[in-house]
């Protein structure tokens, strides 16, 4: 069963917000994380004293909101355009059948 039409730019948006997410993720640091070189604290000199803890965190929150609702909307269409699919086939058929049963109907009268 084929029933896949999306939205191509909110697609596109998925996949973006989708990298982005993995990316902040993997650059974020953990809670007890030590960092004992300086090519490494690279973050807390560009994001200021307080580091990237909390810009990393509060973006995380942001980007997994909008992914999360993204997939709910992808997801309604999908299903929306597989239902619309599914019912359209179904009036189609009955449509033939009705056709060919009235057809067969009228070869079958006998005339007066």
Do not use: A, H, W
């Not at 999360?68 to 059948?97: A, G, P, W």
């Amino acid at each position: 069963m084929r029933c896949i039409s999306m939205n191509p730019v909110l697609l596109i948006v998925f996949t973006m917000v989708s990298f982005c997410l993995i990316l902040f993720i993997l650059f974020s640091k953990g809670k007890n994380s030590v960092e004992s070189s300086s090519s490494f604290n690279i973050s807390s000199t560009f994001f200021g004293s307080s580091g990237s803890t909390g810009f990393f965190s509060k973006f995380i929150v942001i980007l997994s909101s909008i992914f999360f609702f993204i997939s709910i909307i992808l997801n309604k269409q999908i299903s929306d355009y597989c239902l619309y699919s599914e019912i359209r086939k179904s009036l189609v058929k009955n449509e033939k059948l009705l056709n060919n049963s009235e057809k067969y109907e009228r070869q079958n009268e006998i005339p007066n």
